[in-house]
């Protein structure tokens, strides 16, 4: 049986109306063995007590039988939703051919493939001058890899990062996320407009978050040696749906520039046309040195990469090795996603999707105080849960005696409300609509619809959304 297209999807009951007996048995008997046996750190799992047996573009079906919108796609992995037949197409095309599926990093028609098709995709004075390395299968083991290979081609050890990053769960990955205190990581303020660490927001605040990150750069006195990089994520997911302003990124990129520190871009989660672009770096026209890229690239299989310019290019053979970086049904998924994405105008559609949930998004939060902000670019989008009624938080530099310099001043934000949050993704769930939490709080509801999402789709999802911020505003929220 396959799974029918999401937009005849039914707005599902209450539990108990739900599936048979025997199916809920199942489902409920693999999820209490789930909690006994797996480690305390499952994470999605925890919020999201499903358990997945068929899934097709933006619909996954329960083991209860319950169907379920995802919109959070393998954290933002699935660009072109579950089991995409080009996807499928493309992996049994592989196995059907007798190709080896283990090949370490030896060439294979399907590696040469994959590769042609990434640099085809890839801005191109970048991909002019680009080498590309295979390092691993997730998205951490691509940041370790181009933090590696920068402090051994500057020769330097430090490294500039922001505040609310994620960047992974490894070692050095960690080191440059935010909440981590490496000696060796320095911070620096990442522009938001809603709880602007300068109290200005806008245009204002990306202009002192550069003018700091260049003021320590060039005092001698800063404490912060030359750093043997800098590493960005253009707009920034986990940490709660920041955009990066344009201006903002390309004064980074002249920062870096003149003072010969390479530019890390994380597009780990941003990349192939998540933001409207293809690759979210193509807004503001910036050209990093080194791309670090993963989730979308392997077509919903473990891939990952980093692209980076050909002079920095100073391994040693075997100086970055593994056993699993010649994935050949990842990479086989992942070029047909590529040239999916790139030959219908998927990041187009992104684009003026985004832009439409967007507008609705805005709707909702003129009609619910709790929604304190929204954001997102492309189809990468998120609310942030607030609690209306505690008094707005002071923001920095707003308690000095000069007078309010803008209305973002005087009103400042509500505080962070992760327990409504929570609420609005349990919610989401009961209607049949699976979304992702993210945010320094863990108060901002995220969306990442899979770029194929049809307008009927986008309303289903926003209809169950509405209705579960509803639910919620109304309160009081169930457990
Ligand atoms: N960088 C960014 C920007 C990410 O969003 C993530 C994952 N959410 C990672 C790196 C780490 O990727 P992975 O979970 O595959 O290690």
Redesign the pocket.
């Known amino acids: 049986m396959t799974v029918t297209d999401a937009a005849a999807v039914p707005v599902q009951g209450e539990p108990d109306e739900r599936g048979s007996a025997t199916a809920r048995a199942a489902h409920e008997g693999i999820l209490r063995r789930q909690s006994a046996r797996e480690s305390a750190a499952r994470t999605y799992a925890r919020a999201l007590p499903i358990v997945p047996v068929r899934a097709r573009g933006l619909t996954i079906e329960g083991a209860d039988g319950r169907r379920y919108l995802d919109c959070l796609s393998g954290?933002?992995t699935l660009a072109l939703g579950h089991n995409h037949p080009v996807v499928l197409e493309a992996i049994r095309k592989v196995l059907d051919s007798g190709a080896p599926l283990h090949v370490l990093d030896l060439a294979t028609p399907v590696k040469d493939a994959f590769t042609t098709e990434l640099f085809r995709t890839l801005p191109a004075g970048f991909a002019d001058r680009a080498r590309v390395q295979f390092c691993g299968?997730?998205?951490?083991?691509?940041?370790e890899a181009a933090l590696k290979l920068v402090r051994l081609a500057t020769g330097r050890s430090g490294v500039l990062a922001f505040t609310g990053?994620?960047?992974?769960?490894?070692a050095g990955?960690l080191e440059v996320s935010g909440g981590a205190t490496d000696v060796r990581v320095t911070r620096l303020p990442y522009p938001q407009d809603y709880r602007c660490p300068f109290g200005v927001g806008k245009e204002r605040g990306a202009e002192l978050a550069a003018t700091w990150t260049e003021s320590l750069l060039d005092d001698a006195k800063s404490g912060v040696p030359l750093p043997a990089a800098m590493i960005l994520?253009p707009v920034?997911?986990?940490g709660g749906v920041h955009p990066a302003p344009d201006a903002w990124l390309r004064r980074m990129r002249q920062i870096t520039e003149a003072r010969s520190i390479p530019l890390i871009v994380?597009?780990?989660?941003?990349g192939v046309g998540r933001t409207g672009r293809f690759w979210a770096v193509e807004h503001s026209g910036v050209e990093p040195d080194v791309m670090?890229l993963?989730?979308a690239i392997g077509g919903s299989l473990?891939l990952?990469v980093i692209v980076y310019r050909e002079d920095l290019d100073v391994w040693q053979p075997g100086a970055h090795a593994g056993t699993f970086r010649g994935n050949q049904l990842a990479m086989a998924a992942g070029a047909a996603t590529l040239a999916h994405v790139r030959e219908n105008g998927l990041a187009e559609r992104a684009a003026t999707l985004g832009a439409r949930m967007m507008d609705r998004l805005r709707a909702l939060a003129a009609e619910f105080p709790c929604i304190g902000d929204v954001r997102g670019r492309g189809l990468m989008m998120g609310i942030e849960l607030v609690d209306p009624e505690a008094a707005p938080e002071a923001e920095p530099g707003t308690e000095s005696r000069r007078a309010p310099a803008s209305d973002h001043e005087r009103a400042g934000p509500h505080p962070a409300a992760p327990g409504l949050a929570a609420a609005v993704q349990r919610e989401c769930l009961r209607r049949g609509l699976i979304v992702e939490l993210g945010g320094r709080h863990a108060g901002v509801v995220r969306l990442l619809p899979p770029l194929t999402i049809s307008d009927e789709q986008t309303n289903a999802v926003l209809d169950r959304l509405a209705d579960a911020v509803a639910a919620v505003a109304r309160g009081p929220v169930r457990p």
């Open positions: 954290a933002g299968p997730a998205g951490t083991d691509a940041v990053a994620y960047h992974g769960m490894t990955a994520e920034q997911g986990e994380d597009e780990v989660q941003t670090v993963s989730k473990p990952a």
